[in-house]
């Protein structure tokens, strides 16, 4: 499966964006789809998760109230919503696709597929 991940730029703090993650394939909607993140120096971490077959959400607590994961049926794309952002949300953007049990759900090990990337930056 190949995911396709855009929508990444520069902001300010305070502003929006909304990445977008494409696959080439209808099968993204058996799967979990995530989105990470890896600022410089530091591990990739979870961000955000849907779980296609039953629309459950996922969010780790920073981003909660903030972000929003959604899916298109349609275009084969899940989106993530960033508002209220901060200097902290910069980093590179990963959408992911697997299927990982609940309990391995916000963890990268879980995830098959990865798109390229796209960069966040939020100036302050």
């Known amino acids: 499966v190949q995911l396709q991940a855009s929508g990444g730029g520069l902001v300010q703090a305070g502003g929006s964006l909304r990445l977008s993650c494409a696959a080439a394939?209808?099968?993204?909607?058996?799967?979990?789809m995530g989105w990470f993140r890896q600022a410089p120096g530091k591990e990739r971490e979870f961000v955000a998760a849907?779980?296609?077959?039953?629309?459950?959400?996922y969010y780790t607590d920073s981003v909660k109230g903030r972000f929003t994961i959604s899916r298109d049926n349609a275009q084969n794309t899940v989106y993530l919503q960033m508002n209220s952002l901060k200097s902290e949300d910069t980093a590179i953007y990963f959408c992911?696709?697997?299927?990982?049990?609940?309990?391995?759900?916000?963890?990268?090990?879980?995830?098959?597929?990865w798109g390229q990337g796209t960069q966040v930056t939020v100036s302050s």
């Open positions: 849907y779980r296609w077959s039953n629309n459950m959400t």
């Open positions: 394939t209808r099968t993204i909607r058996i799967y979990v």
């Open positions: 992911a696709g697997g299927f990982p049990a609940t309990a391995q759900i916000m963890g990268a090990k879980g995830y098959a597929y």
